[in-house]
């Protein structure tokens, strides 16, 4: 246990924690996205929607082992761990940099930062903002003036309609893939992946993930504000 707290104080440490609950988050956000193409399904002879019938699975998984919703549940509080964690060793790297910077000799940290690490920095405040505002429109329904419980694929049609919330959701899924292409890459090199032979595949297969995650999530909402998918 002292060598694992003396690990996290340091620098590597912490970007080993980030790598690590960046892993969870980013296999979390790729199945999501699966599960959203759910809504490209055609509608059952029986008249149900897969999206619902797919949303009914994942709160009976495990029953009755478990209670109706346990692994749902549980599932929730490891990401919600993940993302605390993501955010806490965020915060703590910025900061040591922060320090580190304010000491030097060296221009203005706005001229030695990356565009990549500004994309994450102020990419990351926005997921988070769009985390809660999800949680409230399509969890609990909260911010949703039209939601039935049980009836998501209703549900995610009525919110698509409207170019409002299409467009926030399309700015989220901008700063996701950003986040994931940098998140991935870094993924790698924070670990120690490296080899001659596919360090050149790190970047492009990155590239290759956020393209895909961007245009699963984006594809059914566009399609409903379009018309087509109702």
């Known amino acids: 246990m002292r060598r694992v707290a003396t690990l996290y104080r340091t620098t590597v440490g912490k970007k080993v924690l980030m790598a690590a609950s960046g892993l969870v988050l980013f296999g979390f956000v790729f199945v999501h996205m699966l599960g959203n193409l759910k809504?490209?399904?055609?509608?059952a002879e029986d008249g149900s929607y897969a999206m619902d019938v797919y949303a009914e699975f994942l709160r009976d998984?495990?029953?009755?082992?478990?209670?109706?919703?346990?692994?749902?549940?549980?599932?929730?509080?490891?990401?919600l761990a993940a993302v605390a964690v993501h955010i806490v060793s965020a915060?703590?790297?910025?900061?040591?940099?922060?320090?580190?910077?304010?000491g030097s000799y060296g221009k203005e940290t706005n001229l030695s930062l990356s565009y990549a690490s500004r994309t994450m920095r102020w990419g990351g405040v926005i997921l988070l903002?769009?985390?809660?505002?999800?949680?409230?429109?399509?969890?609990?329904?909260?911010?949703h003036s039209s939601f039935e419980y049980g009836a998501v694929h209703q549900n995610y049609v009525n919110a698509f309609q409207n170019p409002l919330v299409y467009g926030f959701y399309f700015l989220a899924q901008s700063a996701l893939a950003f986040h994931l292409y940098h998140g991935v890459w870094s993924f790698f090199q924070t670990l120690g992946l490296n080899h001659p032979k596919y360090n050149p595949l790190r970047r492009p297969f990155a590239a290759g993930f956020a393209l895909v995650v961007f245009v699963g999530f984006l594809t059914p909402a566009t399609l409903v504000l379009a018309g087509v998918l109702t």
């Open 129 to 143: 903002l769009f985390i809660v505002y999800h949680i409230l429109h399509f969890t609990t329904g909260d911010l």
């Open 91 to 102: 915060f703590q790297l910025w900061k040591k940099s922060r320090e580190a910077r304010s």
């Open 61 to 79: 998984v495990g029953y009755p082992l478990v209670p109706h919703e346990g692994v749902l549940w549980l599932t929730r509080l490891v990401l």
């Open 39 to 43: 809504m490209l399904a055609p509608r």
